[in-house]
């Protein structure tokens, strides 16, 4: 088996994002706002301090972005039935819309990519995961 080379691997993941990011311009979505719509795909709420934790951003920063998601009609929120101090967060229906047409325009991205790798690194990458190794 060849040694990983973690540096240019870096690398290629941060070449991944920025592709990423630019593609979500066409939907008017940053990275960390398609991330946390992501987080609230299955339709179940979430607290703010859930998001952020999964996220792994402070809660100013992801209170800052459940502003920016409400006013652009993306997520709602209500409050929290088990916790007065704390909201739920859910996807609105244009959020689900907009999460749906961002998914759909990165499976050609995807494609140029299942072309790039063999079988086997892209289902090592499918299944790497360093969360369930900690």
Known sequence: MGKLHLIRFLESVWALEQRLAALLVDYKL???QFRLLLLLEDGNPQTATRLSTALGITKATTTAL???LVSD???ATSPNPDDRRSILVRLSN??????????????AMERMLGRKLTPG???????????QDE
Do not use: H, P, Y
Not at 94 to 107: D, F, H, I, Q
Not at 121 to 131: D, G, I, M
């Open 73 to 75: 009609d993306l997520i």
């Open 66 to 68: 459940i502003q920016e």
């Open 121 to 131: 690194v892209t289902e090592a990458l499918n299944q790497f995961n360093l969360k």
């Open 94 to 107: 244009a959020g689900k819309k907009r999460l749906r047409e961002a998914l759909e325009g990165m499976s």
């Open 30 to 32: 940053t990275l960390s």
